[in-house]
């Protein structure tokens, strides 16, 4: 399995930014999806995490109101929105899926994707 984010790079704060996570295989597109991000000199931070039916999505506090998930039309794509950027939300983004969402929220899905660095400029 093969995920890659992408969508990041150098924004403004106050800005908004659409990052999109898309699977090699088709296979897994029964499998709930999650975002994470890195900072520099921290560690790996939950986001939030969409069931793969799309009729639950889950979002850490520290980003609610702010993060949108959504599926994309094609079973194999999400996207994560990020709005009123701060500088603070400077990070490597990361897309990952497992089969079960509960694995999602406490930090271990089965597949991590490759990253995507968001900067964001004050």
């Known amino acids: 399995v093969q995920l890659q984010a992408c969508g990041g790079g150098l924004v403004q704060a106050g800005g908004s930014l659409r990052l999109s996570c898309a699977f090699s295989?088709?296979?897994?597109?029964?499998?709930?999806m999650g975002w994470f991000r890195q900072a520099p000199g921290k560690e790996r931070e939950f986001l939030g995490a969409?069931?793969?039916?799309?009729?639950?999505?889950y979002y850490s506090d520290s980003v609610k109101g702010r993060f949108t998930i959504s599926k994309g039309s094609a079973r194999n794509t999400m996207y994560l929105e990020i709005n009123s950027l701060k500088p603070e939300d400077t990070a490597v983004y990361y897309c990952?899926?497992?089969?079960?969402?509960?694995?999602?929220?406490?930090?271990?899905?089965?597949?991590w994707g490759q990253g995507t660095q968001v900067t964001v400029s004050s």
């Open positions: 969409m069931s793969w039916s799309a009729r639950a999505t």
């Open positions: 295989e088709r296979t897994f597109s029964n499998y709930n």
């Open positions: 990952a899926t497992s089969s079960k969402v509960g694995t999602i929220l406490r930090g271990n899905p089965d597949y």
